[in-house]
C-alpha cells in the first residue's frame, strides 16, 4: 500500500500561483511514476502532469504546458506541483496519485490516489 496525502490548496486570484504537495508513504518502491489529476464540478477528472520517480521525466496536458511545473523530492518522497498564471479554468480538486505503471496521461495507469486539495481561482 502506498498512502498519499496532498496539501497547498486554497483560494487564489486569478493570475495567482499556488504550490501543491503529495508526501508518499509506505510501499513507495513500488511507484515508477506520480501524476496529479484535476476534477472540475460537473466535469470528469483529467491528467495535469506526471513525473517518473527514477529518472524525473515530466509530462504535461496541454492546457498547462508553461504554467504548472510538477517536480520531486525523492529524499521527502514528496512531489510538487508549481501552479502559476492560474485562471477561473483552473478550480478543481486536485489529487495526487501513484502509478506502477502503464500510460501516465490515463487515470487507470495509477493504483494509489489521495483525498484532493480544493484550488479556487477567483476573478
Known amino acids: 500500500q502506498v498512502q498519499l496525502v496532498e496539501s497547498g490548496g486554497g483560494l487564489v486570484q486569478a493570475g495567482g500561483s499556488l504550490r501543491l504537495s503529495c508526501a508518499a508513504s509506505?510501499?513507495?518502491?513500488?511507484?515508477?511514476?506520480m501524476g496529479w489529476f484535476r476534477q472540475a464540478p460537473g466535469k470528469e477528472r483529467e491528467f495535469v502532469a506526471a513525473i517518473g520517480w527514477r529518472y524525473s521525466n515530466t509530462y504535461y496536458a496541454d492546457s498547462v504546458k508553461g504554467r504548472f511545473t510538477i517536480s520531486k523530492d525523492n529524499a521527502k518522497n514528496t512531489v510538487y506541483l508549481q501552479m502559476n498564471s492560474l485562471s477561473p479554468v483552473d478550480t478543481a480538486i486536485y489529487y495526487c496519485?501513484?502509478?506502477?505503471?502503464?500510460?501516465?496521461?490515463?487515470?487507470?495507469?495509477?493504483?494509489?490516489w489521495g483525498q484532493g486539495t480544493q484550488v479556487t481561482v477567483s476573478s
Open positions: 509506505g510501499r513507495t518502491f513500488s511507484t515508477n511514476a
Open positions: 496519485a501513484a502509478s506502477s505503471g502503464g500510460s501516465l496521461v490515463q487515470a487507470t495507469a495509477y493504483n494509489y
